[in-house]
């Protein structure tokens, strides 16, 4: 039995088998979670070495597959590992592993609750409990990929929680459900199908108090950590509790209605020339159809599965083009990335960041947490329609977190046969072949006209033959076509002919895609496509292929080629025509994850070092302009020159600064990897310096955590002490903000150290500051004045203004929370005096608010209403809506207090409307505030307001 509900744990006739050291075990685990499937070297070694793997990493990864060879050899198993294409499959029959058992059981659970069987369920389900030992593959070292695997078996194993005290309410033993349910609903207090359980098993013992006490503590914990109120689950149980007991549910609302819901349109365009797949197009709109006609408004999904090319996207997205007007709530769209060359898929975290920045919320509001992350989407799709297309997926787990919780329709491509989906979500499979020959005749007719096909049949005929009727290939041959249309259809099936003859000496990067028949080997197919570039082109191509994806903009391109602007614009549009790359918006350009495989073969000895070299430095020259312009770095080492070849695109501003920081993120954390792996290394933490005001003021705060250990890793090889401090204390500050304290703490002694080993004053300086940060988030006020006073001093001694300013700015605002104004209003002046001499427009905002604030305490409310509006000012050129609309609402308070009721209105009207247009909760005070103000009977005079 392989048990992974728990500690990872093997038993082979009755005996437990060895399995040997961590990473063996990580191994291991993989191989199980992903049974019967063969597990790729690139894949295992990612698992094992997340950021950064030894040379030895294939030898090793094989030493450890070895070792577990034997060991179940010993056992009498010695084929239950076996070698599989460039990596190992682990065959696994269901009653072997107690995960494939679990999911047995819930399935025969509620197979047995659908035909009226309650007690019979109710066995299963308890059955089913008994399996786990703890959290799944608890004390394995997981990466992306167990994580995201012993994640949904988690939430599958407290679903099975809820179930089961369902079914014994239903049973009319609630008595038996309510200490599995009190214990689930403290551990995971936003689980709001739990905490309905709990209610209405309360209101079968009769305590309707208790139950409706359940819903009160259960809003306020949703509002307190998600800005949210309670979804339908819950709300239908409040009033099944109330109209039991002949009560009027209390309005928890807005007294003004709340903004309307964003509505996203994030599909990408449909193929104007898309073809046949009418049986597949039928299958959908039938199953559509028959789930509007259900007894209750539970989610769709369907999964859209295949090998590359096939066309999977291209269904997908022509469907839902056809179907979108049933779905008015909007739609979301993300490229998962499960099969990029690169091999980074996209985590379900950050797609669920993406999503949740569609839907209009706020990155403050953003929950670090996978799972918080999950159930804040879920809670915004709550009673609403919207289409969710998960393109490219890499298998059931990485999907599971994305799925909508009802009432919508997810969408889901994948090379894999998410067989995970259709039997626990039940999943509607639909399974795409290539084309049929009449179709694949359509799809060059549509593409190069009938004539020209009638003019040569058999050539055309021979074109189908040779591209193997994939859609991929024959698009990129009717580009060709297209193009040349003095090219007669004969040379380009000749062509083809020649570039399927087998060649042994072809590089392995599609080795998945290579087959005995040559008319099937996408190799050859792409070949003929290539050969006819011009060596521009073709050159640009080589190179796009080594980036990380999924896109890159025009500038990048053009210094990974060491090319001028218009060079390389004349190379992708070439690209654009032939179908070998794709236009997108925002001046991007993608890649199919095969055609860069492809082009990644034909990179020449030589070629790759130097063009990555330049496309590192490109992102970190543009990265450092754009982060001085969001915020000073002054203290940093200034970069050396660009590299020969680079030419960095110039930022007008900090606007045009967080643009390109928007665009480029998918690609930078991929770019510091890169850097980290090259030498000179010094790109690396150049970079992920660079990278971190952005990425911190974003929330982007996981992603930055990874970036900043790569480079870590970097300056800690290179051996130099200074960069190693800098990267230390810069994840210390995304560890503050994270909320993981300890952490923050640890790294921050080492930087002190460090920064006093190598006599840094300045970055001792900046240490101090963020200790100072460290202790204030922790309400340690007297040890965060402490390090404020130590930073100041060390500020003073390097003559670095700015700093002191800051620190001064930071020892007001302390002594401002512990009421002591006056002092604070001498320390807040003193920051702003030496602001005023210096250039930092966002530290001095800070600043005029930090003192707008401590002149309203002390009853100036004219002086504090002419503070708050300088600090507008500075906020409103540095783009920073947050602290704009923070900043509106200090203002209006300080007018209010003036008896200026008519100007506090209009400031907090323009604060909730910023508000309203983050997603942020506080939105709903401002409008209670709103509504409780008094209304003048006269003018009243100005406080001192303009309007900004």
Known sequence: MFAVLGPLRVHLDGEPVSLGAKKQRTVLALLVARANRTVGLDDLIDEVWPDDPPESAVANVRTYAANLRRAFAAAGSPDVIVRSGDGYQLTL?????????????????????????????????????????????????????????????????????????????????????????????????????????????????????????????????LVEHLGVEPGPVLRAAQREILAATAAEPPDPGPKEPAPAPVRPAQLPGDLPAFTGRAGHLRQLDEALAASRNGPSPAVLITAIAGTAGVGKTALAVHWAHRIRESFPDGQLYVNLRGFDPSGSPVGAAEALRGFLDALGVAAERVPPDLAERAALYRSLLADRRLLVVLDNARDAGQVRPLLPGSSSLAVVTSRSDLAGLVVSEGALPVVLDVLPAHEAHALLVRRMGARRLAAEPEAAREIVTRCARLPLALAVVAARAVLRPDLPLATIAADLREAMRPDPSRSADLAPFRQADPATDLRSVFASSYRALDPVPARVFRLIGL??????????????????????????????????????????????????????????????????????????????????????????????????????????????????????????????????????????????????????RQGYLDQAVDALRAALGAARGAGDRTAEAQVRRALAGMYVRLGRVGEAGDELRLTAELFEAVGDRLERAHTQGTLAQLNYSTGEFDRALEFSESARELYREVGHRNGEARTLNAIGWIHAQRGDFEKALVFCTGALDLHQAGDDRVDAAHAWDSLGYVQHQLGRFADAVASFEEALLRFRESGDRYEEASTLENLGAAQADAGDVTAAADAWRRAATILDDLGHPAAATLRDRLANLPQPTTPVASSGSAAP
């Open 93 to 221: 029959d269901p009653p072997t592993c107690d995960a494939l058992v679990f999911d047995d059981l819930r399935q025969r659970a509620a197979d047995a609750r659908a035909g009226g069987d309650l007690a019979g369920s109710a066995r299963l389900l308890e059955e089913a409990g008994r399996l786990w030992r703890g959290s799944a593959l608890a004390g394995v070292a997981a990466g992306t990929r167990l994580r995201a695997y012993a994640a949904a078996l988690d939430e599958a194993q407290l679903a099975t929680v809820e179930e089961l005290a369902e079914v014994r309410v239903d049973l009319g033993a609630a008595a038996a459900a309510l200490p599995a349910l009190r214990e689930l609903v403290t551990a995971h207090p936003l689980r709001e199908r739990a905490q309905a359980l709990l209610m209405r098993a309360l209101h079968r013992q009769g305590d309707v108090a208790a139950a409706l006490r359940v819903y009160t503590e259960a809003r306020a914990a």
């Open 547 to 696: 980036t990380p994806g999924p896109d890159i903009g025009l500038p990048a391109v053009a210094s990974l080629a060491g090319y001028p602007l218009d060079r390389a614009r004349a190379a992708l549009d070439a690209l654009v025509a032939a179908n070998l790359v794709v236009a997108l918006p925002w001046g991007r350009f993608g890649l199919h994850d095969l055609l860069r495989a492809y082009a990644r073969e034909q990179v020449g000895a030589g070629e790759a070092e130097p063009a990555l070299r330049r496309l590192v430095d490109h992102y970190t020259h543009v990265a450092d302009a754009g982060s001085r312009l969001l915020h000073s770095r002054r203290g940093h080492e200034p970069l050396p020159d660009p590299v020969p070849g680079v030419v960095p695109p110039a930022l007008a501003d900090a606007a045009d600064a967080l643009r390109w920081f928007a665009h480029e993120r998918p690609l930078l954390v991929d770019a510091v990897r890169t850097a980290a792996r090259s030498r000179p290394a010094r790109a690396a933490w150049d970079l992920a310096l660079a990278m971190y005001v952005f990425f911190y």
